[in-house]
């Protein structure tokens, strides 16, 4: 029994622990390369609403002539249009900071507050209210390995960590997005195009972010429901501070998140605390933790810093 338990614990963790993850891992290429991206929040809202949205319509002219059909590619189109508008959201917070080099805290804010008004508009428009859409026949399937069935971006997020690392700190690639958000002038000497290397970054962010963002509505749901990230787009900002810009600092501070998110469904039902003190208890138990433990975090030099090329 007590075995049982502990699994439950820690599926629910992990589970907790994957929209986080994939939001912050997204967060570390845009900050590494030097661009605040605080939009996190908004992206993942719109990569719900578009995974949702796209796979209904996938679906629904089967569902409609066959009733219980099952459509096992609708989720995958889902996932890669969530993607693609991610991107594209991305893609807008880096023209804005980039090329017109508007302040860059103003620019991913106005992401976060169309997220909320779009999909109020765009709900309403298609399904005659403003706060979830309709549910969907066929989400994301399930994969076991060993105790565990999930949600295959649940694999995907902890596979991102090695590799992100790798990326980061072993290519090329990693190279040059670092020296853009540490020294920009200094790699625009040595021929690294710095505004090429911070849109890359900045619509990783999105991509990434977004993926977080679909796995709520059809990964752990089957619908989109009007806010659902739940601030998950702001904790990834802070476990990414708090993580040190770092792809395993990041996996600690989700996972620590993530168990706390776990205790909190445990204790749910519980009558020791009021429920809104059960509610919050993730958010203030990962705070308290991190910001006692963690120690003082350096951000990238030229972070949130525009780049004039001389």
């Known amino acids: 029994m007590e075995t049982i338990v502990l699994l439950t614990l820690v599926a629910s963790a992990l589970r907790a622990t994957t929209p986080l993850l994939l ?35 996938v679906e629904l002219p089967f569902v409609r002539d066959a009733p219980g059909t099952s459509v096992w590619y609708a989720p995958w189109l ?16 880096a023209v804005v900071s980039i090329r017109y080099k508007a302040d860059q805290i103003i620019s991913a804010v106005a992401i976060n507050l169309m997220a909320l008004g779009v999909p109020a508009v765009i709900l309403t428009g298609l399904f005659g209210n403003n706060t979830s859409s309709a549910a969907i026949t066929n989400r994301l399937p399930l994969w076991s390995v060993g105790p565990f069935t999930f949600s295959p971006l649940v694999y995907l997020a902890f596979a991102l960590v090695p590799i992100v690392w790798f990326v980061v ?27 090429r290397m911070r849109y890359i970054g900045v619509m990783l962010s999105g991509v990434l972010a977004a993926l977080g963002g679909a796995y709520l509505s ?11 990230s739940g601030g998950r ?6 476990a990414l501070i708090f993580g040190k810009w770092h792809p395993l600092g990041v996996l600690g501070a989700t ?31 990962t705070m308290v933790v991190l910001a006692g433990f963690v120690g003082r975090s350096v951000a990238p030099k030229a972070i949130g810093k525009p780049f004039t090329k001389s």
């Open 23 to 57: 939001a912050a891992l997204g967060g570390l290429f845009s900050e590494r390369s030097g661009v605040v991206n605080i939009a996190l929040e908004g992206i993942m809202l719109f990569g719900a609403l578009t995974a949702a949205l796209v796979t209904y319509y």
């Open 78 to 93: 889902g996932v890669l249009a969530a993607m693609l508008v991610g991107a594209l959201v991305a893609g807008i917070h």
């Open 169 to 195: 700190f072993r290519t090329r690639f990693g190279l040059r997005l670092r020296a853009v958000g540490e020294h920009p002038e200094a790699a625009d000497s040595v021929g690294i195009s710095v505004t």
């Open 218 to 228: 059809i990964g752990a749901f089957n619908q989109f429901i009007t806010e659902m």
């Open 233 to 238: 787009g702001f904790i990834a900002l802070a």
């Open 255 to 285: 996972l620590l998140f993530g168990a706390f998110q776990a205790l909190e469904t445990q204790l749910g039902g519980s009558a020791l605390l009021p429920p809104t003190v059960v509610q919050s208890l993730p958010f203030i138990l």
